[in-house]
């Protein structure tokens, strides 16, 4: 147990080492994500649909598509489970989805195994490459193509949210079309922050090129903060661990002390008794 103990800590401390580093990029990146998503939301209300693919509603003939977040490793306790547990309620629980009418795209082997395991259907999986942020170009061109070719209608980006090092919390965010915008922002961030205000050099350019990068910010975000829930997951899992490795260690102790003892004292018993019969 003592060895175990070591092994376990030596785990939570490259874990929390590596949190430390994911929690500064998951909050720096999550207060960008939610800056352009203010911009974009403001944007997209003020300017005709028409003008731009992404702003229209998907092709009801097309299917639901998931990007699923998840691990590649485990030992970070309940975090994939919780995390399939909402995946199953959100997608799996209504009757008009039906197993051919949503696909999933994963990132972590956790989640591809899970998607595989339920017979639902796995069109890419980016579990290879590590960091996963680095396949977010590719990614967000296969969803984009998708969308404007109308084999999905919605997609939706399912992960981990990293509240803080002791709550982490699934997620299920939109993010095509882009007319649910409106739905991810509260109530403070519908106010306007820009007056009425001109587009140059046109509203198509600057959508062309704004609405794929905002697409890639949400997921970058997202990635990060997966990637902080799960390091802060697995460093309280494997100081649970440690504690409970400790602890039972400490109570095998004891009793391997109790057994010594009642040995010794039996053992005085008998030399005890042979001296009596001896006299």
């Known amino acids: 147990m003592v060895n175990i103990s070591k092994i376990t800590r030596g785990m939570q401390m490259v874990a929390a080492s590596k949190m430390r580093k994911a929690q500064q990029e998951a909050m720096a990146g999550k207060v960008y994500?939610?800056?352009?998503?203010?911009?974009?939301?403001?944007?997209?209300?003020?300017?005709?649909?028409?003008?731009?693919?992404?702003?229209?509603?998907?092709?009801k003939r097309g299917k639901i598509l998931v990007i699923l977040i998840s691990t590649n490793k485990g030992l970070c306790g309940g975090l994939n489970t919780n995390l399939f547990k909402a995946v199953h309620h959100w997608f799996f629980q209504k009757e008009e989805n039906s197993s051919s009418s949503i696909v999933f795209i994963t990132m972590g082997r956790k989640g591809r195994e899970f998607v595989i395991k339920t017979?639902?259907?796995?069109?890419?999986?980016?579990?290879?490459?590590?960091?996963?942020?680095q396949d977010v170009p590719a990614l967000t061109s296969l969803i984009v193509d998708g969308f404007l070719k109308g084999e999905y209608r919605q997609v939706f980006l399912v992960f981990n949210e990293f509240i803080s090092?002791?709550?982490?919390?699934?997620?299920?965010k939109p993010l095509l079309p882009l007319t649910t915008l409106e739905f991810l922002l509260t109530a403070e961030e519908k106010l306007p922050i820009w007056g009425d205000f001109l587009i140059e050099p046109s509203p198509v350019a600057v959508l062309n090129s704004l609405l794929p990068h905002y697409l890639e910010i949400e997921m970058r975000s997202a990635i990060l903060e997966a990637e902080a829930g799960e390091h802060s997951a697995r460093m309280m899992a494997m100081k649970n661990a440690t504690d409970n490795a400790v602890s039972l260690s400490a109570e095998l102790s004891l009793e391997y002390n109790k057994a010594r003892q009642e040995t010794?004292?039996?053992?005085?018993?008998?030399?005890?008794?042979?001296?009596?019969?001896m006299k």
């Open 33 to 59: 994500a939610q800056k352009i998503l203010k911009a974009v939301g403001e944007l997209c209300a003020k300017t005709d649909p028409k003008l731009h693919p992404l702003l229209r509603q998907g092709d």
């Open 165 to 172: 090092v002791f709550k982490q919390r699934p997620l299920k």
């Open 119 to 133: 017979g639902r259907q796995l069109i890419a999986d980016f579990s290879r490459n590590y960091p996963f942020i």
């Open 264 to 277: 010794i004292t039996n053992e005085i018993a008998d030399i005890t008794r042979a001296r009596e019969v």
